[in-house]
């Protein structure tokens, strides 16, 4: 029996777990995970990224261990040279934050005594944060599709080392932001070990097929090892950064629509 005299206790709906869970809660919880990262990436005074995609199956003694030894030393030399800008942190290597290739790319920025970004995703297996990534920049994702946002509106540059279906994932959704000009800057996006890459994925095919023009093909620079991949990034990343920090992409809408909402 409730009696006017005693005030109910009730938490703030925010507070209130239950309902956070909830089918009824998911866009709070598609929310929290653009605004929270966004939130971090500011206090650390993240600038930009450098992205790693590879599979986390890849073992350093493995059948394709070369992979991982480059992805290493690709990033312990990306982290070096990014220190010596100036301003926030600049190029700062990022990956999925689990293992194999993702390990390695937080390794090798380790290795160099820099921060390091792992965003990682719950799933039933093979994904748990390595010990690499920076303790500060370490977050868990539910949603593919925020993850994805995060990878691709902070990367100034993309490097796809041999994977299965995640990194074909990641990679053609990068590669389709490219190609249909949806983000207002440029990804420099290097596809590492032609050899694996041509038996996985028939490009050309896709031209003599008219599924692409062939002009598409520019948007993929492939690379087969650490001195060519560090310096083509060297020499073609921008130097000159935004001010706004981190200097997230913005969307890229037809002018039509542009001018129709300001009439």
């Excluded at 303790?135 to 868990?140: A, G, I, Q, R, V």
């Amino acid at each position: 029996m409730n009696h006017p005299d005693r005030p109910i206790a009730a938490e703030p709906a925010y507070h209130n777990q239950i309902f956070l869970d909830s089918d009824d809660g998911r866009p709070l919880r598609i929310l929290a995970e653009y605004l929270e990262p966004l939130y971090r990436l500011k206090r650390e005074g993240i600038h930009d990224t450098i992205v790693f995609f590879g599979s986390a199956r890849m073992k350093e003694d493995g059948p394709l261990g070369r992979y991982y030894k480059d992805a290493r030393l690709l990033a312990r030399l990306l982290t070096e040279w990014s220190r010596d800008l100036a301003g926030s942190k600049r190029f700062v290597i990022c990956s999925g934050g689990g293992g194999g290739i993702m390990e390695a790319a937080n390794r090798g920025a380790a290795d160099a005594g820099g921060s390091t970004i792992g965003f990682n995703i719950g799933l039933p297996h093979e994904q748990r944060p390595n010990p690499y990534v920076t303790p500060s920049l370490l977050f868990e994702f539910h949603y593919f599709f925020m993850r994805k946002l995060w990878f691709s509106h902070l990367a100034r540059a993309l490097i796809v080392f041999p994977g299965g279906f995640g990194t074909l994932d990641e990679f053609m959704e990068m590669l389709t932001l490219a190609q249909t000009e949806k983000i207002d800057r440029e990804i420099l996006i290097l596809l590492y070990g032609s050899e694996y890459w041509k038996e996985v994925i028939n490009f050309d095919s896709l031209v003599k097929h008219e599924m692409i023009d062939a002009e598409d093909m520019n948007l993929i620079h492939r690379v087969d090892n650490v001195q060519t991949a560090f310096e083509f990034l060297k020499n073609r990343l921008p130097k000159g950064k935004e001010e706004v920090c981190p200097a997230i992409a913005k969307a890229k809408f037809s002018k039509p629509r542009i001018e129709e909402a300001t009439r």
